[in-house]
């Protein structure tokens, strides 16, 4: 995992070097606890952890190149078939969250039901169809009628 | 007296106990389901939370955290498979005793087991958790921040892969707890102009993202795959009382080592289920017969891991410092709804602690009543399928974070931390460490604040107070265990799974 660990502290080392500069722009107020204290000592602390991390990370790959396991090294990757796969759930989950009240909640949720049941591999149109649309409608009846809770209107509901 | 009548009326009566029985039934679904837990299924119901109340909430809650851990030996003993992380250890023994025909004795012993363990913890909780609860009514500020440092270190030393991952993740917890009005000085921090982000983050979408959308993500993995399969028929479940007499040696002790273990902060079940399952094989005189299908190495990781449940209740109820991840993401659930934790909440909200006692224990009876009369029912849910399954849940998920706020931005965040979830869960960092760090950060920074108002800004006064130096020498102890543990350990392991 030395590769997954240097990329992730280096995400973590870029997030607590903005935020702490961001402290910069806070208020400094004469009070006992100052808005700037808490986020500077959480910011740090996360600074030397993703360091740290980030050490270790190049530790490890350096032992793994020289050991010459390449088996060793993919371990703990994602494979492209999942990548493609995760990427085609992430859109559709964002496509139904940005659809969710041009086109309502009666259009858009069944579509993201069954976009997910096709990523996760049923083909069955028979199966797919009943399943996203009785969903939604048990969805709809619990949150709507025993809940009351507005949910995104369309043009046909 | 009185209050007890009134409890009882209460949990009793016919609609709240009907909640109680359908939070037990879903725990038991949730955790017969590989891939889902505990956490999982309270996450799914927090949506509903404002509308049933603290009181009614909480015994849900109860019954889902109960129900899992026997809903998780479905699986183990079935399909080779843990319903539940804590419920690894029941595979030893559970499915080799399934092979030989027997998978109805061995869902009736882990039944037993996880009832009697059930039952010591929710004894154990009610009478330890006012005690300590009166301790720390004496807590100042200072003594809570010292606490909380506590909590999230310990939390954040055992939990994960390694110690700086743990860490990490409780300070991007921390990071993400920054966002929004500090609210000692009303200053909106990190909110980039966007007048949304001045209430911070909202706290719902994130606890759905991490637990619950992050494994719709991870099941992609297994997409395609088919499911695993079971025919034997569940027969015999109910033990003969000659078979439980030779159980209960193991079943008491298994269950008292699950509350002592519960209570240490950022243990829980899976822990205890594999200490226990050790312990009983030191203890037998046969243990070449472990894994091969012994009933006492059933017995003994249920009792313990549903024994945790109990004992992991009473910190989260008497310190606001969760025992494991699915009290973690109670603690959420409560300060969602705007009820805190802590020793306030025994003498200001009475009647929330004392039904959660009760129905805390009746939820074990339910269980176990459940579990005889529908136990061929259980084992179906196993036949759903995943492509099925997985949309619904990520629908209800959808739905129920919209439902939370009337607002898109909060599944924009759901999504996010859906994302960040799976991550986290994939590359050995700690769920249970960032949601505490989410949690706790706005409060210990109010203490730390409050602390130093009543000390004039004098920092020194913070290590002044025994019982704070005492929190943070635990935490100080708690890292340097969790250094020398994994630098004993070649090739370190998972010592908390995350669900």
Known sequence: ?157 | MDALIQVLAYVFSPVHFLFLVCGTAAGIVVGAIPGLSGSTGIVLILPFLPALGPTVGLLVMSGIFCGSMFGGSIASILIATPGTPSAAATVLDGYPMAQRGEAGRAIGIALIASTIGGIISSLCMIFISPQLATIALQFGPDEYFALMVFGLTVIASVTGTSLVKGLMSGFFGLLVGLIGLDEVSGYARYSFGFPILMSGLPLLPVLIGVFAISHVFSELENAGKALKRFDQKITGVLPTWRELKQLLPVILPSSVLGVILGIIPGTGGSIASFMAYNEAKRFSKDPDSFGKGNPVGIAAPEAANNGTTGGAMVPMLTLGIPGDVVTAVMLGALVLIGVRPGPLLFTQHPEIVNSLFVGFLMAQFIMLGLGLATVRIWPRVLLVPTQVLLPLILALCLIGTFSSGNSIFDLFVALAFGVIGFFVNKYGFSPAALILGVILGPLAERELGAALIIAHGDWAQLFRSPLALVFFGISLLSVAYSMLRLSRAKKPKSVLPSG
């Not at chain 1, 796969?85 to 259009?107: S, T």
């Open chain 1, 1 to 157: 995992m030395g590769a997954s660990d240097i990329v992730f502290s280096a995400i973590l080392l870029l997030l607590s070097v903005l935020f702490f500069a961001l402290t910069f722009s806070f208020p400094k107020l004469t009070i006992a606890l100052s808005p700037v204290v808490f986020p500077r000592f959480v910011t740090a602390c996360l600074f030397i952890f993703s360091s740290i991390l980030m050490v270790q990370g190049i530790r490890k790959r350096m032992a793994d190149r020289t050991k010459e396991e390449p088996e060793k090294r993919v371990r703990g990757r994602l494979d492209r078939p999942f990548t493609v796969r995760f990427l085609l759930l992430a859109a559709d989950v964002l496509l139904y969250v940005w659809l969710l009240e041009p086109i309502g909640y009666v259009i858009a949720t069944p579509l993201c039901i069954a976009g997910v049941m096709l990523i996760f591999g049923d083909r069955r149109w028979y199966r797919i169809a009943p399943v996203a649309v009785l969903s939604t409608v048990v969805l709809y009846a619990f949150f709507r009628g025993v809940f009351r809770v507005p949910l995104p209107r369309s043009f046909i509901w």
